[in-house]
């Protein structure tokens, strides 16, 4: 395999405590200098965590690099998909790091996309109390949300994310040469995050996505420029709320709806298996669109709606409103009994609203519903 | 039951980020005044979480009092003892909080000993990324030591104590009358950590213990003062290093070689079982003080003699020192491959030693047994 040239295209330093750099460009996997993964990661053992699909891409590659800079890396495969975001796969990988000698003074590095990344994540927050920790995100999703925020975690038989630590990152490493082996499907569900930074705070990325040039083919200075914004947009937020108590609720845009889809369609009843977080958000960004609408916000559900038909998100197949409503009421953002939803007044002014009535809910349901029999 | 008088003879604040009051005193856990754990925990949703042991005596008085200040009580008892800091008795707690119907705005309690302490407190880290945490330890290994900090954490089958968080409680409330029904061996056991944190920084605590008027039926106000006295020694060391970079690895005296006691006599070697963490720093505090001794620093091998034959530990029942190095060698103190000892230059001046040789310690261990089968 010959490494690819580096470039880095965008560098964003994300100001938590300590600030962290994300670089993003291509050819970082490879090579040993500033900005690649080998250059970035300090310390002098690493566990690489990664998945059985993206180690079997990439992980020669940054195994390579990390020995060409003199470190000792030891590999953690775990099984593609969201099932390995569980406290038996977090125990495991925390056993195997004991047998394989690693203290504190080592590091962990996430190689793939969210799975693997919130869950390398836990484990390098818990690691003896927590080791330094690196991202490589391989998925548009990841690279545009899981890689800037510092949330880690694992799921329960409950439901997703309700264990975790926030434990930020020392670097995070976006080589968009990744994401041309990604599943066509996969890159349009991580557009919707992107598009959700764009609604939330940065109308220039609405301008280009989607749009004839932002292509999963497109040229890689190009998805880093996209990529970059949107990086910046949640990078901007987390910065200034970093325990999630105040402004970043903004970033649950969507994501009300979207947990309550996912939590529901695990339980079995979706025909075509759990529904993708990217499409489940879609559909919420649709809904809080309805919900804006009607309260007399700026009506943006035709834009969101052409979107939404762009992603082209599995069918809903949810019976009924009401059951959605156990999934909504275990929504973790559900704080001290008030449920606070997050709809945009306009293209960049997002709010927070908890005094929605489930009349009002109701009606944006069946106003999605109405139109997803067009989207799907 | 009635419910005794409160009386707070000691309040420390802990200087960390951000800082919390200690409660020393009784009737702290009956109540609903000032000091007592009812009033501290502000949240209106609180997860109990007891051993069986300490539930059966404390459990009622603590939800009543919770109770009558307004809030929401629910209950959860684990095992008593070390098996229960598990990845599965941690899987199953925050499943059941889930079922409980908690959120974020919930707070946990942790009222038990150090077991309950450490697995409570990392559910309390855990839980949708983290809630609010309060102590009130109930034995005087928790109160001295487990219950400042902030390290909170669980055991793999390869180890003690290696996963877990740095989350600090919003209060501790140590209520003596708790020590009264602790059995006597778990009294001296706990007396250890007191005793160390004497030696570290405060020779008064040595005035007295052990001695004719330390006694666990002594007055509560003179158990709240020796209390007070260690548990600020150790609130000082905390706030000065909260995450354990530098100057709190003194409060690793002793515990080297105990981790090592501890592990080794968990791998079914020893006969009577498991070596309480009591026992295990006592042995640890000799063996330290005779490597000190051995280097030119003050020698306090007779009084440490003295003080672990009132500790009255169990026999070493280690067939051979080499046993004990793959142990040794596996401590989460162990950075970078230096291993680090903490010994005292004299009594309130400890210090870091990383150039050890085998053969130094090998000759500490040869005193230390002979000197354990006069005391066991």
New interface residues.
């Given amino acids: 395999m010959s490494a690819p040239d580096t470039r880095i295209d965008v560098r964003i330093d994300v100001a938590v405590t300590p600030p962290y750099p994300v670089y993003i460009g291509s050819g970082l996997l490879a090579n040993t200098v500033a900005g690649t993964v080998a250059e970035v990661v300090t310390e002098?053992h690493v566990a690489l965590i990664s998945d059985e699909h993206v180690a079997a891409h990439y992980a020669d590659r940054v195994a390579q690099a990390l020995a060409d800079a003199g470190k000792r890396c030891t590999r953690f495969v775990v099984a593609s998909g969201e099932p390995s975001k569980s406290?038996a796969t977090?125990?495991r990988l925390?056993?195997e790091m004991?047998?394989a000698g690693f203290?504190?003074?080592g590091a962990v590095l996430a190689l793939g996309g969210g799975v693997v990344g919130d869950l390398a994540g836990y484990v390098a927050?818990?690691?003896?109390?927590?080791v330094a920790f690196y991202q490589c995100p391989t998925s548009l999703l990841a690279m545009v949300d899981a890689s800037v925020g510092g949330?880690t975690?694992i799921n329960?038989?409950?439901?997703k994310n309700?264990?975790?630590?926030?434990w930020q990152p020392r670097a995070v490493v976006i080589d968009v040469d990744t994401l041309r082996t990604l599943p066509a499907a996969e890159f349009r569900q991580g557009t919707v995050e992107l598009y959700k930074h764009g609604l939330l705070a940065d109308a220039s990325i609405l301008e280009h996505v989607p749009g004839p040039d932002y292509r999963q083919d497109a040229p890689s200075d190009v998805l880093a420029d996209l990529i970059g914004r949107s990086v910046r947009v949640k990078a901007d937020i987390v910065a200034a709320d970093e325990r999630e108590q105040g402004r970043r609720a903004f970033l649950n845009l969507g994501h009300t709806l979207a947990h309550a889809l996912e939590a529901y369609s695990h339980q079995d009843h979706h025909p075509h298996g759990p529904l993708p977080h990217g499409d489940a958000v879609a559909y919420g960004l649709l809904f809080v669109a309805h919900l804006a609408a009607a309260r007399g916000y700026a009506d943006e559900t035709d834009r969101i709606r052409d979107f939404v038909r762009w992603v082209s998100p599995r069918p809903l197949n949810v019976s009924d409103f009401g059951a959605l409503l156990p999934y909504l009421a275990?929504d973790?953002?559900?704080?001290?009994?008030a449920q606070r939803w997050v709809l945009l007044e306009h293209i960049g002014q997002p709010t927070l609203v908890s005094d929605l009535r489930e009349d009002e809910l109701r009606r944006a349901w069946a106003a999605l519903v109405a139109e997803t029999e067009t989207v799907s």
Same sequence: chains 1, 2.
């Fill in positions: 002098q406290l977090f125990g925390l056993s004991v047998e203290d504190r003074g927050a818990s690691y003896m109390r927590g949330k975690g329960l038989p409950e439901g309700l264990v975790g630590a926030f275990r973790k953002k559900h704080v001290g009994g």
